[in-house]
């Protein structure tokens, strides 16, 4: 499977950005990570399974909110309300096999997109 995701940019603070990311084919479980320099991996938010159960970060509940388009194996992640603290290169991932209480863990995707970067000025 493989993973394309677009929608990075530069904006300021308070903004909306969106961004997508495409499977080569279906994918069930499909989810957001951020990296900021020096910094880990985090998880951001998921949508498991076709109907797509949501699940997110407490740092951006309630201003990003993930979707899906079965037809096109493409997930969004509109972001609302940006801050500075969102700043980083966010990395769309995907499984087939993760269990709801796994969606969290970066080790639970076997695929990978490149990352997009996300900066927001302040």
């Known amino acids: 499977v493989q993973l394309q995701a677009s929608g990075g940019g530069l904006v300021q603070a308070g903004a909306s950005l969106r961004l997508s990311c495409a499977a080569s084919t279906r994918t069930l479980t499909m989810g957001w990570f951020r990296q900021a320099p020096g910094k880990e991996r985090e998880f951001v938010a998921a949508s498991k399974g076709l109907g797509g159960a949501s699940y997110y970060a407490d740092s951006v509940k309630g201003r990003f909110t993930i979707s899906r388009d079965n037809a096109k194996n493409t997930v969004y992640l509109q972001m609302n309300n940006l801050k500075p603290e969102d700043t980083a290169a966010y990395y769309c991932?995907?499984?087939?096999?993760?269990?709801?209480?796994?969606?969290?863990?970066?080790?639970?995707?076997?695929?990978w997109g490149q990352g997009t970067q996300v900066t927001v000025s302040s």
């Open positions: 991932a995907g499984g087939n096999s993760i269990i709801t209480s796994q969606v969290w863990y970066s080790d639970s995707y076997a695929y």
